[in-house]
């Protein structure tokens, strides 16, 4: 029942608003479908972790521990945004950069887009993941156009075609799977189920599944925002509305990485090798010191902190990719973490974007200032994700590293230097935006009042995991790193 | 008598390969939207020729979709699209014709060593096709490589479209229906939204040339 909800509401709400988002009223609408779906998603997580996987409707849905973290996870993420758009939103058509018709089409395509997410979570088909996966980039293509500038429609373009030519390879592989599994769980009864999958993977044919993962990775690595598929990110996240970028860097590319982590699982079984987890190294790892060069070189704040996504999901895919306990349950910790802090930069980025007029960072200058919630948001937002001590991206980055430097020593300096790199770029760049000595008269009034709770109450939550990690909280993230084997 | 069905599937999908080259070397866009409903035409009536064969009842249905969604209402969207946009100019490629085409004949190559020790392990009777399909994957991904027009690329990305469920008929008699159905519900949904998308594109730049849209780039 709750499962029902879950994917319901988000479902409900899309064509709601789609019909009748030309309201005044349409944000606050757009706000409460979220919290419903929020509040299907908790209930949902306490009956899962009470009492255990469930399989539901035709075994078509499967959730675990890992999947109802994340559902969990998505739920309040894309709440705090629909919360941080209301304002934001405003703003921009108060600023004339939107009309009242791409505003609807925002709020439909914002649900529809949590609906693709979370119906790719809880799915136990491999082909409905699929589908899920290409929903959810054909949703958001329309809304990183959303200004209709030059900039914008290239963004979009690329985001389509690179993310859909990548998807592409997904499919393939996804074929492949069916072929290997076809042979023993045969043509009907859901050779495609993952839960059926699980149960024979140690007899699942090693070529042709070698090969599947390898598509498969490829696939869904270009929608993580893997190097050297990571191209439309950077453009995407810089051209959308700030509220899409946060929901693209905090949770798109998470459920790309579920995907790649369920076919993991698989490859892992049939193949009785490290090559899944090679693989998966190799590509973290390149995408971190990729990421890392490029940071020191934006000039567009929000593009450098797409690189900073890209360097994130590297270190979470090259922590998976080590494997074992202690590894997927860093792992799992920093993509929760990165999740809330970077949605949480993201929030206080589109604030101070709006009251400088420019995305360019050497325009922002002395946000403290003048608006210090929002200053002080974006610098301890910043400090969060460079993985400064209190914070929960440190205590993530900590187990990784030490990890790297037990199993995998050669790739420890990499990370470092790159960690380095990283923080030199970023924090050379807010200081000063934070700091620095404005030019009078070059901050605006905003016209309505900043939504700053969703910052905060984000970077709250990533203090809290860096002092102290619940006890449920760490027993359910220890089950899940078993799931992940 | 399975056998002659053998050889038809085979002739379909040589006929198949050809269509893909005869794409890759064709410069203008209406001729590229008919090759592109003669492919999809090629593959309905492959998949139901599989159906017969094999007496996969499922399969069918996927050649009815295949003939609603390819042969009929996405031409017919194309179409519609380029007279209300007015492109109906030649296209310009990136590389001239006869390279394209020598690029394209290496990948043929390539597709079926690739294919060689995953046929071997299919037991369905169209597993000699399974290279066929994975060349036609690839050359509508060499296609969208070298055009340098919106319109091309799109077709280029449904032959790709074409080329993956080739390869999911032959290695496998074909998808789970509810897959399936899911496939054809992204295809349509993603055309329509990049038909609006043409006409954002063409609204800003007067144009469909994707070279206006280089501007992004590291410096």
């Not at chain 1, 319901?8 to 609408?29: D, M, S, V, Y």
């Not at chain 1, 290239?154 to 389509?160: C, D, L, P, Q, T």
């Not at chain 2, 209406?30 to 492919?39: G, Y």
Request: glycine residues 8%; hydrophobic residues 55%; aromatic residues 10%.
């Amino acid at each position: 029942m709750e499962f029902l909800l879950v994917l319901g509401f988000p479902l409900l709400g899309g064509i709601a608003l789609a019909l009748t988002g030309h309201w005044k009223r349409a944000a606050e609408i757009n706000a409460a479908f979220s919290l419903l779906t929020l509040l299907a998603a908790i209930f949902l997580t306490v009956n899962v972790v009470e009492h255990g996987p469930q399989l539901l409707y035709d075994e078509q849905i499967f959730i675990d521990p890992l999947n109802v973290f994340l559902v969990a996870l998505t739920a309040f993420v894309g709440f705090t945004t629909s919360l941080f758009s209301r304002p934001y939103m405003r703003i921009e058509h108060h600023h004339g950069r939107l009309t009242t018709g791409r505003l609807r089409l925002y709020h439909s395509m914002f649900q529809l887009f949590m609906f693709t997410m979370l119906l790719a979570l809880t799915t136990n088909n491999m082909g409905i993941l699929w589908v899920a996966m290409e929903a959810a980039t054909l949703t958001t293509v329309l809304l990183v156009s959303l200004y209709r500038t030059a900039a914008s429609l290239e963004a979009a373009w690329k985001y389509f075609i690179l993310c859909g030519v990548g998807i592409a390879q997904a499919l393939f592989g996804t074929i492949l799977l069916f072929f290997a599994a076809e042979k023993i769980l045969g043509h009907e009864g859901g050779a495609l189920l993952w839960t059926h999958l699980d149960a024979v993977k140690g007899q699942l044919e090693p070529a042709v599944m070698s090969l599947a993962f390898v598509f498969l990775l490829v696939g869904y690595g270009a929608k993580v925002g893997l190097a050297p598929l990571h191209n439309w990110l950077p453009d995407a996240h810089a051209e959308g509305p700030t509220p899409v970028s946060a929901v693209l860097s905090g949770l798109l590319l998470n459920v790309a990485l579920y995907a790649v982590l369920r076919c993991k699982v698989l490859a892992d079984g049939a193949l009785h090798s490290s090559l899944a987890g090679l693989l998966m190294m190799g590509f973290g790892l390149l995408s971190v010191v990729v990421a890392a060069f490029f940071l020191s070189r934006q000039k567009d704040i929000k593009r450098m902190f797409a690189y900073s996504s890209i360097e994130h999901m590297g270190i979470v895919t090259f922590a998976f990719g080590m494997g074992g306990p202690v590894a997927n349950f860093a792992g799992l910790l920093h993509m929760t973490v990165h999740s809330l802090t970077k949605s949480a930069i993201f929030f206080a980025v589109g604030h101070a974007t709006q009251k400088s007029g420019t995305q360019l960072m050497e325009h922002i200058r002395g946000l403290i200032k003048l608006s210090p919630t929002i200053g002080w948001g974006l610098m301890l937002g910043t400090l969060a994700i460079l993985g400064m001590p209190p914070f929960g991206v440190f205590a993530s980055e900590f187990l990784i590293l030490t990890t790297a430097m037990k199993q995998q020593p050669w790739a420890t300096p990499l990370l470092l230097m790159a960690l380095g790199v990283a923080f030199a770029a970023i924090f050379g760049k807010v200081q000063p935006m934070v700091f620095g000595e404005s030019a009078p008269g070059s901050l605006r009034l905003l016209p309505h009042k900043p939504a700053m709770l969703p910052v905060f109450m984000h970077l709250g939550l990533v203090l809290m995991l860096g002092l102290w990690i619940p006890p449920y909280l760490a027993e359910w993230y220890r089950q899940a790193a078993r799931f992940i084997g | 008598m399975s056998h002659y069905y053998g050889q038809f599937i085979n002739l379909l999908a040589a006929i198949l390969l050809l269509l893909s080259f005869a794409m890759l070397g064709q410069r203008r866009i209406l001729s590229l939207i008919n090759l592109f409903m003669a492919q999809g035409a090629v593959l309905c009536v492959s998949t139901a020729t599989v159906a017969f064969v094999t007496g996969q009842s499922h399969l069918y249905w996927s050649a009815l979709i295949t003939l609603l969604l390819k042969v009929i209402l996405l031409p017919w969207i194309l179409h519609r699209l380029i007279r209300r946009l007015n492109v109906k100019w030649d296209i310009e490629t990136l590389i001239n014709i006869p390279t394209t085409m020598l690029i394209g004949i290496v990948l043929v190559i390539f597709s079926f060593n690739l294919a060689l020790p995953i046929s071997e392990l299919a037991g369905t009777v169209t597993r000699a096709t399974l290279g066929i399909a994975i060349a036609a994957v690839l050359l509508a991904f060499l296609m969208m490589i070298t055009r340098s027009k919106a319109v091309p690329q799109v077709i280029g990305f449904l032959a790709m479209e074409n080329g993956l469920f080739f390869a999911a008929t032959s290695a496998t008699y074909g998808m789970p229906m509810v897959v399936e159905l899911g496939i054809a519900l992204d295809v349509l949904v993603g055309m329509v939204i990049l038909g609006v998308f043409f006409f954002q594109i063409r609204e800003r730049f007067d144009s469909l040339d994707i070279r206006h849209l280089e501007q992004l780039k590291e410096d």
